[in-house]
């Protein structure tokens, strides 16, 4: 009866480690769970260009978050005046379009102006674009989507 017992763990063990390695096989080839965690240049490019964007951006921001089991790019800017517009917010989202390499559409954008004070980006958003539906934005927290953050550029520029 002992020799029924190595090949029962012989083929116990087989079984495990096919199981294991099929695992790593899909996990490993399947291209959204790779870039779910991978890091990006959005972090480096989206405060470059908004720095360069000559609309009085002294310090900004780009991180990945998360939120339950969804991922969102999260902006924050500082800007050297008490104000922004509606053609400053849509260059920023505008921006933010562009360099966004994360697997995800979900954005989170806020401004601070020189005083520190946040600037209410969502009531500045329904000024530019009246239509648009926004679920979970704040004063102080401008929460959308990539098309979302569309209409508004379009709305604004009209492209």
């Known amino acids: 009866m002992r020799r029924g017992r190595p090949a029962a763990r012989l083929s116990t063990r087989i079984a495990a480690a096919t199981g294991i390695a099929l695992l790593a096989v ?19 490019t989206i405060p470059a260009e908004l720095a360069a964007s ?29 104000a922004i517009d509606e053609d400053d917010l849509a260059a920023f989202l505008r921006i933010i379009l562009v360099g966004n390499d994360l697997p995800t559409d979900k954005i989170r954008m806020s401004v601070q102006n020189a005083d520190g004070d946040f600037l209410d980006l969502e009531q500045l958003a329904l000024q530019a674009s009246p239509g648009i539906e926004l679920f979970g934005s704040s004063e102080t927290t401008l ?10 550029v379009e709305a604004v520029w009209g492209e």
């Open 54 to 82: 000559g609309r009085g951006v002294t310090d900004s921001f780009a991180s990945k978050g998360l939120d339950g089991f969804t991922f969102y790019l999260s902006v924050g800017i500082d800007v050297d005046r008490a």
């Open 26 to 44: 899909s996990l490993g080839g399947c291209g959204v769970v790779a870039k779910e965690f991978s890091d990006g240049d959005f972090a480096e």
């Open 143 to 152: 929460v959308l989507d990539s098309d979302d953050a569309r209409t508004i």
